[in-house]
């Protein structure tokens, strides 16, 4: 059974950072896109970050670009996300998700319904 821990969440002030990690059992992350969404209060989860495969390709949602870097080690089964510069809009659940690469392509890397596995959760407050 697939399962996805996620660590790393927190409290830092604005134009802090944190590094959050995903954990992975019984899926091969190559052959996976791997994604960091979140969640608001009250609000549907967005898309955050992917990546896919060893080149990899990586694709970022337009209001954390230059700000968060993902990456994985595919040896260790493990996902990163990397936020610097954190502002209080960052304020969020973090959940990471993995998508089957049959169901997924860079066009629809953000489409929710094609993850099929997904973690706990794990919390980001920024404060001013």
């Known amino acids: 059974q697939v399962r996805l821990v996620e660590s790393g969440g927190g409290s830092v002030q604005a134009g802090g950072s944190l590094k959050l990690s995903c954990a992975g059992s019984h899926l091969t992350y190559s052959s996976y896109y791997m994604a960091w969404f979140r969640q608001f209060p009250g609000k549907e989860s967005e898309a955050v970050a992917a990546?896919?495969?060893?080149?990899?390709?990586?694709f970022y949602m337009s209001a954390i670009e230059g700000r968060f870097t993902v990456s994985q080690d595919n040896a260790d089964y493990k996902l990163y996300l990397e936020m610097n510069d954190l502002k209080p809009d960052d304020k969020a659940m973090y959940y990471c998700?993995?998508?089957?690469?049959?169901?997924?392509?860079?066009?629809?890397?953000?489409?929710?319904?094609?993850?099929?596995?997904w973690g706990q959760g794990t919390q980001v407050t920024v404060t001013p």
């Open positions: 990546i896919f495969g060893s080149g990899p390709i990586v």
């Open positions: 998700a993995a998508a089957p690469s049959p169901t997924c392509s860079s066009g629809s890397w953000s489409y929710i319904p094609n993850y099929q596995h």
